[in-house]
Nanobody
Framework: VQLQASGGGLVQAGGSLRLSCAAS????????MGWFRQAQAKERWFVAA????????YYADSVKDRFTISRDNAKNTVYLQMNDLKPEDTALYYC?????????????????????WGQGTQVTVSS
């Protein structure tokens, strides 16, 4: 299984970016998929997740109403649309696939429930 994250970059505060996570060896329509982020020298934090059938999404309070997670089953890719970016959103963003297909709701925010991780894509927001 490989998860290839891309789409990061440098953007000014208030701007937007869309991250992509292309999966191989695993179907994104069969597992919960999540995005996490890690700022320099800090812990990895949950950002957003979508369950196996797309019927449930879950967001960290800090990104709710600004970020949207979605997926394209035909492309086997998960996206994170990030709007109204703030300097505190600066971090390395990782996509991940959960261990259990039926993980849903708030449980999707627990990093321990994810088995596969991508390599990360850097997002830097300047003030």
């Amino acid at each position: 299984v490989q998860l290839q994250a891309s789409g990061g970059g440098l953007v000014q505060a208030g701007g937007s970016l869309r991250l992509s996570c292309a999966a191989s060896g695993l179907s994104v329509s069969s597992y919960p998929m999540g995005w996490f982020r890690q700022a320099q020298a800090k812990e990895r934090w949950f950002v957003a997740a979508i369950n196996w059938n797309g019927g449930s999404t879950y967001y960290a309070d800090s990104v709710k109403d600004r970020f949207t997670i979605s997926r394209d089953n035909a492309k086997n890719t998960v996206y994170l649309q990030m709007n109204d970016l703030k300097p505190e959103d600066t971090a390395l963003y990782y996509c991940a696939a959960a261990r259990h297909p039926r993980t849903t709701g708030q449980a999707m925010g627990d990093a321990r429930l994810y088995r596969y991780w991508g390599q990360g894509t850097q997002v830097t927001v300047s003030s």
